[in-house]
């Protein structure tokens, strides 16, 4: 049995009466709801369902079956008549970002010539995707402000049912298909005339602003996001609200911010490059103190330190360093900032006859760690940093033992 869809008489029907036609048991203790006549706009057309209410049974979801309209609720009702109320806020939010959708993709059309191929209006925003293969900042500002002329001129948009003889009197933007029966045409009067069996605001003004938030190419060409309405003014407050707090940290007009960052990006460039100098000069300083406070073993100098808050890279310049001088096996050992990995680096001059890689294997395990190396350098993590002074010991001991007998 046909369900009588309210929402195509008029979109504004929040409360009904209905009987029930059919009800049917589905899994997870659900049941659809079949009704004689319903103002709950089933998920169809690229628009959401509905939320609300059969008398006082939550509806989660709203499904076509051909010409019937299934309710999905989680209980079953105990009367044949129910009192149906969907919730406003959403629905009302559907009809502004589809009506804004057709307006916008009215205007791709009028100033670019810029057809629709598809579009997907989603909780956050929506997207529609033109067949084009570019578009400027010119561009958009120029369609935004033909798509908010039809809004703020509050034109009325009419809804009403066209067959095979009577379609020829309005200039679909999109052909339909050749062997339909019916079309619903939703009409901006000498603006936009598109087949859709969606909910609409009964006037342009409705909407409140569209705006474009971003574009990106696709592979068949331009994507554009957008929102509409009560999403419009929450996305100015949002970014109104982030531009403040950005002016407060930088002290600056918003006017001013963009140049405020560009000169504190610079800025940080540049104190990064002098950082990346002055430690270069420390690791050379500190090499050199090293050096002198070796360990000599048999004519060879075991040099063993661990760095803080340093990074692999830091480890590795210092070892580098530090065997630049002849017989030297440094075991240099960098623990993160956040105190939870320790990288190694074991490296020794061309002049020792031992393989680095073997000493760091050894020791590694007792760090929960990986990695390995050469005979020259070897290098690994591990997390088990309290082991640390226990593994270097070993390792301390392991070389001196073998220096002793060379
Ligand atoms: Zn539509």
């Given at each position: ?315 590795n310049t210092l070892a580098k360093e530090l065997i630049t001088n002849s017989h030297v096996i440094a075991l240099i050992c960098g623990i993160t900032a956040d105190q939870s990995k320790v990288h190694l680096v074991f490296s020794s001059s061309p002049d020792v006859c031992l393989s680095m890689n073997q000493e760091l294997t050894k020791i590694l395990p007792l760090l929960e760690g990986k990695g390995g190396g050469n005979v020259q350098t070897a290098q690994g993590g591990g997390s088990k940093i309290d082991q640390l002074p226990t593994a270097l010991a070993l390792a301390t001991d392991n070389i001196t033992k073998q220096l002793s007998i060379l």
């Amino acid at each position: 049995m046909t369900t009588v869809k309210l929402y195509h008489e008029n979109a504004y029907i929040r409360d009904f009466a209905a009987n029930i036609t059919k009800v049917t048991p589905l899994p997870n203790n659900r049941w659809g709801i079949t009704l004689d006549r319903t103002a709950f706009y089933p998920t169809s057309g690229g628009q959401s369902f509905d939320y609300g209410f059969l008398n006082d049974l939550p509806v989660i979801d709203v499904q076509e079956d051909g010409e019937e309209v299934v309710h999905i609720v989680e209980a079953q009702p105990n009367t044949s008549q129910v009192q149906g109320h969907i919730r406003w806020d959403r629905r009302f939010d559907h009809m502004q970002q589809h009506s804004g959708q057709h307006i916008l993709s009215g205007a791709f059309f009028s100033e670019m010539k810029a057809n629709t191929v598809s579009f997907h209006l989603g909780t956050e925003s929506s997207q529609i995707d033109l067949d084009i293969e570019t578009i400027t900042p010119e561009n958009l500002q120029a369609v935004e402000a033909a798509a908010n002329q039809i809004v703020f001129s509050a034109q009325a948009i009419h809804t009403h049912w066209l067959n095979q003889d009577t379609i020829h009197h309005f200039p679909l933007r999109k052909p339909p298909a050749k062997d339909f029966s019916a079309i619903r045409l939703v009409e901006i009067a000498d603006f936009d005339y598109s087949a859709c069996c969606g909910t609409h605001v009964a006037n342009t003004g409705e909407i409140g602003l569209i705006k474009i938030r971003s574009w990106e190419r696709k592979s068949n060409g331009i994507r554009v996001d957008f929102v509409c309405g009560w999403r419009g003014l929450r996305d100015y407050q949002q970014k109104n609200t982030i531009l403040q707090q950005v002016s407060g940290l930088l002290s600056l007009p918003i006017s001013a911010i963009c140049q405020g960052v560009e000169k504190q990006l610079l800025k940080t460039e540049t104190l990064a490059k002098e950082l990346v100098a002055v430690k270069q000069e420390l690791h050379r300083n500190l090499a050199t103190t090293l050096y002198q406070q070796g360990i000599l073993i048999a004519q060879h100098k075991l040099i063993v330190h661990t760095l803080n808050n340093a990074t692999p890279n830091e480890v590795n310049t210092l070892a580098k360093e530090l065997i630049t001088n002849s017989h030297v096996i440094a075991l240099i050992c960098g623990i993160t900032a956040d105190q939870s990995k320790v990288h190694l680096v074991f490296s020794s001059s061309p002049d020792v006859c031992l393989s680095m890689n073997q000493e760091l294997t050894k020791i590694l395990p007792l760090l929960e760690g990986k990695g390995g190396g050469n005979v020259q350098t070897a290098q690994g993590g591990g997390s088990k940093i309290d082991q640390l002074p226990t593994a270097l010991a070993l390792a301390t001991d392991n070389i001196t033992k073998q220096l002793s007998i060379l």
